[in-house]
């Protein structure tokens, strides 16, 4: 990637003059009352008594109705010379973090948002165990550009069969600074940047929130435990829970406000299912706004410019969330 400073705005001239609403259908799916209209739930946070696939849940999660990948394909396997397909096997799923259909995380209460974050955990620990997954990928997107199809705030989740290409080459990073250093990778990240301090954007007692030094994009930010931990489903329920949803609330928040709530991708990283990589690997959450798009240099040379400098950026959305933050 590359830093571009004469190409640089100030920070808030990415604010999104006018937010684009994504429409939702006549009947919402994922609003309360509809749930006949989606598959049946495999997980729901829900008032007692209540019976399954009906009212009463604040987190319920079902698979996808149009799922690129399935747990059980047709079996067909080609081989065209050196061409060679195979059915993408998996499983797909939807994780609606709340009834309310306009509440999108940034605004829910902080209990709710520690609750979707367990939602994230026992799903994540239901597939890894599975003998056939490789990847498990719990990822957001908000607004239209961001491939944002339904109004109602949900998170998506993938298990695959295969390693993904952009992570395997991450992997790969990260295993051979462990054979030449001994030491995590992200773990000397972390003291590098909380050492230099001009990235940090948020910080409480388990997690840190910062933006790369090597940003792809404007406004790119991670969020990751201090905890040298590979799995994301080893988060730690009484403390890492509530401080993991602060974090990720917080920096949502920070970019709804400072940037009148751009379109934006996140996705959780973390261990391969069955990759021996405990030493190596740490899981983090990766925040991507979507305010530039990338044109011809981008995907001709797989290089990021990259119009606002990680230090401008991070002061930015730091001095935000300090105005947003507030008691739980």
């Known amino acids: 990637m590359a ?21 939702a259908r006549d009947l919402c799916p ?3 009352g509809h749930e006949a209209m989606t598959p049946p739930e495999v997980l729901a946070y829900r008032a007692p008594g209540m019976p399954a696939n009906g009212e009463g849940w604040w ?3 079902v698979p996808n109705l149009y799922a690129a990948f399935r747990p059980e394909p047709d079996g067909q396997e080609q081989r065209a010379g050196r061409f060679w397909q195979r059915d993408a096997i998996g499983a797909c799923e939807v994780l609606i973090s709340s009834p309310d259909h306009r509440a999108p995380t940034s605004t829910l209460p902080r209990r709710q948002v520690e609750e979707m974050v367990q939602a994230y955990v026992d799903r994540y620990r239901h597939h890894a165990q599975n003998a056939w997954v490789e990847h498990v990928l719990i990822l957001y997107n908000h607004g239209r550009p961001a491939g944002a199809s339904l109004e109602h705030p949900h998170s ?40 230099a301090a001009t990235r940090i954007v948020f910080e409480n007692e388990a997690f840190v929130v910062f933006a790369p030094y ?36 917080l920096t949502l928040r920070a970019l709804q406000e400072g940037l009148n709530d751009p379109p934006f991708n996140y996705f959780i990283h973390s261990a391969p299912a069955k990759a021996d990589v405990a030493d190596a690997y740490h899981w983090h959450l990766e925040l991507i706004p979507k305010l530039s798009t990338a044109a011809g240099f981008e995907l001709g040379t797989g290089m990021w410019i990259n119009v606002v400098k990680p230090e401008d950026s991070a002061a930015f959305l730091r001095e935000r969330i300090q105005k947003v933050a507030e008691p739980a």
């Open 30 to 32: 994922f609003c309360p």
């Open 3 to 23: 830093v571009a400073t004469e190409r640089a705005r100030r920070p808030d001239s990415f604010s999104q003059a006018v937010k684009e609403s994504v429409a």
């Open 59 to 61: 987190i319920r999660v």
């Open 214 to 249: 090597a940003a792809r994009t404007p406004f790119e930010t991670w969020i990751m435990p201090r905890r040298h931990t590979a799995s994301f489903g080893d988060l730690d329920p009484s403390r890492e829970k509530p401080a993991f949803a602060e974090a990720l609330q």
């Open 156 to 195: 998506q989740l993938y298990a695959i069969g295969l390693e993904a290409p952009a992570f395997a080459d991450e992997l790969d990073g990260a295993r051979g600074f462990y054979r030449a250093n001994a030491a995590c990778v992200f773990c000397r990240t972390l003291e590098d940047e909380r050492r």
